[in-house]
Protein backbone atom coordinates (compact mmCIF):
# COMPACT_ATOMS: atom_id res chain seq x y z
CA UNK A 1 0.00 0.00 0.00
CA UNK A 2 2.77 2.31 0.69
CA UNK A 3 3.79 2.44 -2.69
CA UNK A 4 0.54 2.41 -4.51
CA UNK A 5 0.00 5.14 -7.22
CA UNK A 6 -3.74 6.56 -6.96
CA UNK A 7 -5.74 6.27 -10.25
CA UNK A 8 -8.45 8.58 -8.92
CA UNK A 9 -6.55 12.14 -9.08
CA UNK A 10 -8.78 13.87 -11.73
CA UNK A 11 -10.55 16.04 -9.55
CA UNK A 12 -7.23 17.62 -7.82
CA UNK A 13 -5.13 17.25 -11.13
CA UNK A 14 -3.67 20.93 -12.84
CA UNK A 15 -5.62 23.06 -14.61
CA UNK A 16 -3.61 22.81 -17.88
CA UNK A 17 -4.63 18.67 -17.51
CA UNK A 18 -8.35 19.86 -16.92
CA UNK A 19 -8.61 21.71 -20.29
CA UNK A 20 -6.54 19.13 -22.16
CA UNK A 21 -9.19 16.15 -21.05
CA UNK A 22 -12.36 19.21 -21.79
CA UNK A 23 -10.91 19.86 -25.51
CA UNK A 24 -10.91 16.59 -26.56
CA UNK A 25 -14.38 15.57 -25.42
CA UNK A 26 -17.32 15.21 -28.47
CA UNK A 27 -20.04 15.63 -25.71
CA UNK A 28 -19.76 18.42 -22.09
CA UNK A 29 -22.11 19.01 -18.96
CA UNK A 30 -22.87 21.81 -18.06
CA UNK A 31 -20.56 23.82 -15.63
CA UNK A 32 -21.63 25.87 -13.13
CA UNK A 33 -20.34 29.75 -13.86
CA UNK A 34 -16.81 30.77 -12.20
CA UNK A 35 -18.96 33.37 -10.78
CA UNK A 36 -21.78 31.33 -8.89
CA UNK A 37 -19.09 28.40 -7.49
CA UNK A 38 -17.85 29.70 -4.89
CA UNK A 39 -21.43 30.59 -4.00
CA UNK A 40 -22.94 27.31 -4.36
CA UNK A 41 -20.49 25.68 -2.60
CA UNK A 42 -21.49 27.28 0.32
CA UNK A 43 -25.62 26.54 -0.23
CA UNK A 44 -25.10 22.55 -0.36
CA UNK A 45 -24.72 20.22 1.76
CA UNK A 46 -21.62 18.73 3.31
CA UNK A 47 -20.60 14.99 3.55
CA UNK A 48 -19.43 13.39 6.91
CA UNK A 49 -16.58 11.94 8.08
CA UNK A 50 -16.48 8.85 9.70
CA UNK A 51 -15.05 5.79 10.94
CA UNK A 52 -16.43 3.42 7.70
CA UNK A 53 -18.85 0.59 7.22
CA UNK A 54 -17.83 -2.64 6.59
CA UNK A 55 -19.10 -2.91 3.05
CA UNK A 56 -17.34 -0.01 2.11
CA UNK A 57 -13.60 -0.17 1.53
CA UNK A 58 -10.82 1.08 -0.69
CA UNK A 59 -8.02 -0.16 -3.20
CA UNK A 60 -4.10 -0.28 -2.71
CA UNK A 61 -1.29 -1.37 -5.08
CA UNK A 62 0.75 -4.24 -3.09
CA UNK A 63 0.03 -6.68 -0.56
CA UNK A 64 1.62 -4.74 2.80
CA UNK A 65 0.52 -1.58 3.97
CA UNK A 66 1.57 1.40 5.99
CA UNK A 67 -1.95 3.00 5.30
CA UNK A 68 -0.45 6.01 3.37
CA UNK A 69 -1.65 5.82 -0.26
CA UNK A 70 -5.07 4.64 -0.61
CA UNK A 71 -7.13 4.99 -4.50
CA UNK A 72 -10.99 4.73 -5.31
CA UNK A 73 -13.56 2.98 -3.60
CA UNK A 74 -15.17 -0.35 -3.53
CA UNK A 75 -17.97 -1.93 -1.81
CA UNK A 76 -19.17 -5.81 -1.06
CA UNK A 77 -22.12 -7.35 -3.24
CA UNK A 78 -23.84 -9.74 -2.40
CA UNK A 79 -23.59 -12.94 -4.82
CA UNK A 80 -23.31 -16.70 -5.13
CA UNK A 81 -19.57 -16.37 -5.78
CA UNK A 82 -19.31 -14.70 -2.12
CA UNK A 83 -16.36 -12.74 -3.77
CA UNK A 84 -17.14 -9.88 -5.30
CA UNK A 85 -16.40 -6.08 -5.35
CA UNK A 86 -18.40 -3.03 -7.03
CA UNK A 87 -16.04 -0.08 -8.19
CA UNK A 88 -15.53 2.06 -11.29
CA UNK A 89 -14.19 1.31 -14.58
CA UNK A 90 -11.80 4.22 -14.83
CA UNK A 91 -10.41 2.64 -11.50
CA UNK A 92 -10.14 -0.80 -12.14
CA UNK A 93 -8.66 -0.22 -15.66
CA UNK A 94 -5.41 -0.13 -13.59
CA UNK A 95 -5.93 -3.00 -11.27
CA UNK A 96 -3.79 -6.24 -11.47
CA UNK A 97 -3.08 -8.72 -9.28
CA UNK A 98 -0.38 -7.05 -7.41
CA UNK A 99 -3.47 -4.78 -5.92
CA UNK A 100 -5.98 -5.64 -3.17
CA UNK A 101 -9.24 -4.61 -1.49
CA UNK A 102 -9.74 -3.83 2.36
CA UNK A 103 -12.78 -3.42 3.45
CA UNK A 104 -13.34 -0.68 6.22
CA UNK A 105 -9.91 0.40 5.91
CA UNK A 106 -8.16 1.68 8.71
CA UNK A 107 -5.09 4.39 8.07
CA UNK A 108 -2.15 3.47 9.50
CA UNK A 109 -2.54 -0.81 10.42
CA UNK A 110 -1.12 -3.30 9.01
CA UNK A 111 -2.61 -6.24 7.49
CA UNK A 112 -2.95 -8.15 10.27
CA UNK A 113 -4.42 -5.27 12.29
CA UNK A 114 -7.36 -4.41 9.38
CA UNK A 115 -10.97 -5.37 10.90
CA UNK A 116 -11.68 -7.58 8.02
CA UNK A 117 -8.25 -8.36 6.38
CA UNK A 118 -7.05 -7.78 3.12
CA UNK A 119 -8.12 -9.59 0.27
CA UNK A 120 -5.77 -9.62 -3.23
CA UNK A 121 -7.64 -8.72 -6.77
CA UNK A 122 -7.76 -12.16 -8.65
CA UNK A 123 -9.99 -10.65 -11.79
CA UNK A 124 -11.47 -7.25 -13.30
CA UNK A 125 -14.56 -7.07 -15.29
CA UNK A 126 -15.00 -4.12 -17.47
CA UNK A 127 -17.52 -3.85 -20.24
CA UNK A 128 -15.04 -4.17 -23.32
CA UNK A 129 -17.67 -1.32 -25.00
CA UNK A 130 -16.25 1.13 -22.29
CA UNK A 131 -13.27 3.09 -24.30
CA UNK A 132 -11.63 6.30 -21.81
CA UNK A 133 -10.16 8.70 -23.84
CA UNK A 134 -6.38 9.29 -24.42
CA UNK A 135 -4.37 10.81 -21.97
CA UNK A 136 -6.86 10.22 -18.62
CA UNK A 137 -8.74 7.01 -17.62
CA UNK A 138 -12.07 9.12 -18.24
CA UNK A 139 -14.27 10.04 -20.37
CA UNK A 140 -17.08 12.42 -21.80
CA UNK A 141 -18.80 10.19 -23.96
CA UNK A 142 -22.24 8.31 -24.28
CA UNK A 143 -19.87 4.99 -22.86
CA UNK A 144 -19.61 7.07 -19.62
CA UNK A 145 -23.04 5.39 -18.95
CA UNK A 146 -20.50 2.04 -18.55
CA UNK A 147 -18.02 3.33 -16.20
CA UNK A 148 -18.94 0.69 -13.84
CA UNK A 149 -16.31 -2.44 -13.17
CA UNK A 150 -16.89 -5.45 -10.96
CA UNK A 151 -13.30 -7.54 -9.47
CA UNK A 152 -13.17 -11.12 -8.03
CA UNK A 153 -11.25 -11.45 -5.19
CA UNK A 154 -9.35 -14.25 -3.28
CA UNK A 155 -9.58 -15.11 0.85
CA UNK A 156 -7.87 -12.34 2.82
CA UNK A 157 -4.80 -13.33 4.83
CA UNK A 158 -7.50 -15.80 7.45
CA UNK A 159 -8.65 -17.62 5.07
CA UNK A 160 -11.95 -15.96 4.78
CA UNK A 161 -13.84 -15.18 1.46
CA UNK A 162 -14.90 -11.89 1.32
CA UNK A 163 -19.04 -12.12 2.41
CA UNK A 164 -18.12 -14.34 5.08
CA UNK A 165 -15.43 -11.80 6.80
CA UNK A 166 -17.48 -8.93 6.29
CA UNK A 167 -20.63 -10.87 6.82
CA UNK A 168 -23.01 -9.50 4.72
CA UNK A 169 -23.60 -7.61 0.88
CA UNK A 170 -25.06 -5.32 -0.94
CA UNK A 171 -28.26 -6.29 -3.59
CA UNK A 172 -27.39 -4.95 -6.95
CA UNK A 173 -30.31 -3.49 -7.62
CA UNK A 174 -31.24 -1.62 -10.75
CA UNK A 175 -33.17 1.54 -10.45
CA UNK A 176 -36.70 2.31 -12.14
CA UNK A 177 -35.27 5.89 -12.51
CA UNK A 178 -33.45 8.49 -12.24
CA UNK A 179 -34.76 10.51 -9.47
CA UNK A 180 -34.60 8.84 -5.62
CA UNK A 181 -35.36 10.62 -2.24
CA UNK A 182 -32.76 9.44 0.18
CA UNK A 183 -29.17 8.12 -1.70
CA UNK A 184 -26.29 7.94 0.62
CA UNK A 185 -22.80 7.66 -0.86
CA UNK A 186 -20.12 6.44 1.08
CA UNK A 187 -16.38 6.61 -0.41
CA UNK A 188 -12.83 7.09 0.74
CA UNK A 189 -11.35 10.75 -0.85
CA UNK A 190 -7.77 10.87 -1.22
CA UNK A 191 -5.06 11.72 1.88
CA UNK A 192 -4.89 15.17 0.10
CA UNK A 193 -8.14 16.25 0.94
CA UNK A 194 -8.22 13.13 4.21
CA UNK A 195 -4.76 12.65 5.72
CA UNK A 196 -7.07 11.03 8.46
CA UNK A 197 -7.98 8.08 5.69
CA UNK A 198 -11.65 8.26 7.15
CA UNK A 199 -14.64 7.91 4.92
CA UNK A 200 -16.92 10.20 4.08
CA UNK A 201 -21.12 9.90 3.74
CA UNK A 202 -23.97 11.81 2.52
CA UNK A 203 -27.74 10.98 2.49
CA UNK A 204 -29.12 13.32 -0.36
CA UNK A 205 -31.86 12.99 -3.53
CA UNK A 206 -30.98 12.65 -6.67
CA UNK A 207 -31.68 13.63 -10.47
CA UNK A 208 -30.81 12.70 -14.08
CA UNK A 209 -27.81 13.74 -15.52
CA UNK A 210 -29.31 15.25 -18.85
CA UNK A 211 -28.23 13.37 -21.83
CA UNK A 212 -26.80 10.61 -19.98
CA UNK A 213 -28.26 7.44 -18.31
CA UNK A 214 -26.44 8.49 -15.17
CA UNK A 215 -27.76 10.05 -11.31
CA UNK A 216 -26.46 12.92 -10.11
CA UNK A 217 -26.01 14.30 -6.52
CA UNK A 218 -25.03 17.40 -4.95
CA UNK A 219 -23.35 17.11 -1.52
CA UNK A 220 -19.39 18.49 -0.72
CA UNK A 221 -16.39 16.32 0.77
CA UNK A 222 -16.47 14.07 -2.41
CA UNK A 223 -12.70 14.74 -4.01
CA UNK A 224 -10.83 12.71 -5.48
CA UNK A 225 -10.56 8.85 -4.02
CA UNK A 226 -14.08 8.56 -4.02
CA UNK A 227 -14.74 7.28 -7.75
CA UNK A 228 -16.28 3.49 -8.00
CA UNK A 229 -18.53 4.46 -4.01
CA UNK A 230 -22.01 2.72 -3.78
CA UNK A 231 -25.22 4.73 -3.79
CA UNK A 232 -27.35 2.73 -1.52
CA UNK A 233 -30.43 3.31 -1.18
CA UNK A 234 -31.24 1.90 2.70
CA UNK A 235 -28.00 2.48 4.05
CA UNK A 236 -27.57 1.87 8.14
CA UNK A 237 -24.13 2.61 9.94
CA UNK A 238 -23.13 -1.38 10.18
CA UNK A 239 -25.57 -2.93 8.28
CA UNK A 240 -24.72 -6.14 6.31
CA UNK A 241 -27.45 -5.36 3.69
CA UNK A 242 -28.52 -2.76 1.54
CA UNK A 243 -29.66 -2.24 -2.04
CA UNK A 244 -26.71 -0.34 -4.43
CA UNK A 245 -28.38 0.98 -7.71
CA UNK A 246 -24.86 2.54 -8.82
CA UNK A 247 -21.52 3.85 -8.33
CA UNK A 248 -19.93 7.46 -8.33
CA UNK A 249 -18.53 7.52 -11.63
CA UNK A 250 -19.26 8.16 -15.55
CA UNK A 251 -18.91 11.65 -16.90
CA UNK A 252 -15.42 13.10 -16.40
CA UNK A 253 -15.34 10.34 -13.46
CA UNK A 254 -18.08 11.28 -11.63
CA UNK A 255 -17.69 14.67 -11.47
CA UNK A 256 -18.94 17.74 -13.57
CA UNK A 257 -16.41 20.12 -16.02
CA UNK A 258 -15.50 22.61 -13.22
CA UNK A 259 -14.43 19.60 -10.91
CA UNK A 260 -15.82 20.94 -7.54
CA UNK A 261 -16.19 18.66 -5.12
CA UNK A 262 -20.29 18.68 -3.91
CA UNK A 263 -21.27 17.61 -7.78
CA UNK A 264 -21.19 13.71 -8.19
CA UNK A 265 -22.37 11.36 -10.80
CA UNK A 266 -23.00 8.09 -11.26
CA UNK A 267 -24.17 5.25 -13.60
CA UNK A 268 -27.53 4.07 -13.06
CA UNK A 269 -27.13 0.31 -12.95
CA UNK A 270 -28.78 -0.96 -16.18
CA UNK A 271 -28.97 -4.73 -18.40
CA UNK A 272 -25.41 -3.95 -19.60
CA UNK A 273 -24.15 -3.92 -15.54
CA UNK A 274 -26.71 -6.63 -14.70
CA UNK A 275 -25.07 -9.16 -17.85
CA UNK A 276 -21.25 -7.95 -16.83
CA UNK A 277 -21.77 -8.95 -13.11
CA UNK A 278 -22.98 -12.31 -13.97
CA UNK A 279 -20.50 -12.95 -16.08
CA UNK A 280 -18.31 -12.07 -12.83
CA UNK A 281 -20.45 -14.52 -10.57
CA UNK A 282 -19.88 -17.48 -13.02
CA UNK A 283 -16.76 -16.38 -13.88
CA UNK A 284 -17.19 -16.74 -17.00
CA UNK A 285 -15.19 -14.77 -20.48
CA UNK A 286 -15.68 -11.53 -21.44
CA UNK A 287 -18.49 -11.49 -24.36
CA UNK A 288 -16.56 -10.28 -27.93
CA UNK A 289 -20.11 -9.77 -29.84
CA UNK A 290 -21.62 -6.89 -27.80
CA UNK A 291 -23.59 -3.90 -29.84
CA UNK A 292 -22.38 -0.55 -30.11
CA UNK A 293 -23.59 1.22 -26.68
CA UNK A 294 -25.89 4.04 -28.52
CA UNK A 295 -26.55 5.86 -24.54
CA UNK A 296 -29.55 8.27 -24.27
CA UNK A 297 -30.84 9.45 -27.47
CA UNK A 298 -31.17 12.96 -27.96
CA UNK A 299 -34.77 14.41 -28.94
CA UNK A 300 -35.80 16.97 -31.30
CA UNK A 301 -38.18 19.43 -28.95
CA UNK A 302 -42.12 18.69 -29.83
CA UNK A 303 -41.14 15.89 -32.23
CA UNK A 304 -43.07 15.49 -35.87
CA UNK A 305 -46.28 16.67 -35.01
CA UNK A 306 -44.66 19.84 -33.48
CA UNK A 307 -41.86 20.39 -35.61
CA UNK A 308 -43.86 19.80 -39.06
CA UNK A 309 -45.57 23.34 -38.69
CA UNK A 310 -41.58 24.70 -39.10
CA UNK A 311 -40.67 26.68 -41.93
CA UNK A 312 -37.45 27.93 -41.44
CA UNK A 313 -34.84 26.03 -39.07
CA UNK A 314 -31.10 27.14 -38.54
CA UNK A 315 -28.80 26.13 -35.94
CA UNK A 316 -25.76 27.71 -34.74
CA UNK A 317 -24.73 29.38 -31.22
CA UNK A 318 -27.85 31.83 -30.58
CA UNK A 319 -27.10 31.54 -26.70
CA UNK A 320 -24.43 32.75 -24.78
CA UNK A 321 -22.95 30.83 -22.41
CA UNK A 322 -24.07 27.45 -23.48
CA UNK A 323 -22.57 24.25 -24.23
CA UNK A 324 -23.36 23.52 -28.04
CA UNK A 325 -25.31 24.46 -30.81
CA UNK A 326 -28.92 25.79 -30.76
CA UNK A 327 -32.22 25.62 -33.12
CA UNK A 328 -33.87 28.48 -33.79
CA UNK A 329 -37.30 28.08 -35.85
CA UNK A 330 -39.84 30.29 -37.19
CA UNK A 331 -42.86 28.34 -37.58
CA UNK A 332 -45.68 28.74 -40.03
CA UNK A 333 -47.61 31.09 -37.96
CA UNK A 334 -44.72 33.98 -38.01
CA UNK A 335 -43.61 33.28 -34.58
CA UNK A 336 -40.19 32.34 -33.76
CA UNK A 337 -38.79 29.94 -30.86
CA UNK A 338 -35.23 29.83 -29.79
CA UNK A 339 -34.23 26.47 -28.50
CA UNK A 340 -30.67 26.34 -26.06
CA UNK A 341 -28.78 23.16 -25.56
CA UNK A 342 -27.83 23.47 -21.92
CA UNK A 343 -26.35 19.78 -22.43
CA UNK A 344 -24.45 19.38 -24.88
CA UNK A 345 -26.51 16.51 -25.87
CA UNK A 346 -30.68 17.71 -25.69
CA UNK A 347 -32.22 20.96 -26.56
CA UNK A 348 -34.34 22.90 -23.95
CA UNK A 349 -38.12 23.19 -23.80
CA UNK A 350 -37.91 26.59 -25.83
CA UNK A 351 -38.22 30.56 -25.71
CA UNK A 352 -40.44 32.23 -27.49
CA UNK A 353 -38.33 34.73 -29.45
CA UNK A 354 -41.50 36.72 -31.98
CA UNK A 355 -45.07 35.68 -31.40
CA UNK A 356 -47.58 34.39 -34.13
CA UNK A 357 -48.93 36.76 -36.10
CA UNK A 358 -52.65 38.16 -35.11
Not at 123 to 140: E, S
Not at 326 to 337: A, E, Q
Given at each position: ??????????????P????????????????PA?A?V???????P????????????T??G??????T??????????????N??L?????????G????????F???????????G??????V????R??????????????S???????????N??G??L?????G????T?????????I??????????N??G??????????????????S?T??????????????T???????????????????????D????????A???G???????????A????????P???????K???G?G?????????????????T?????????????????DT????????????H???
Amino acid sequence: MADAQPLDALRSAPPARKQKLAATATVAAPAPAPATVAAKAKAVPKGTLFGGTRLVGTFFGSSTTTGTNWSCTGSVLDTAARNVVLTAAHCALGYGNTYVFVPQFKKGAGPAQQPYGIFPIQRVLIDPRYQPDKPGRTTKKAVSDLDTAFARVSANQRGQKLQDAVGGGLTFTRPTGYTNKNITVVGYPGKSHNPAGKAVKCTVPTSQLPGFRQMSMTCGGYYGGVSGSPWITDYKDGAGTGHVIGNLGGYNGGGNDADVDYISYAPAFGADAANLLAVAVANRPLPTNLPPYQGVQAKLPGGAGTLQHANLPASGDCASGRTGDDLVVRWSDGGTTLYADTTGRRLGSGTRLVHPRT
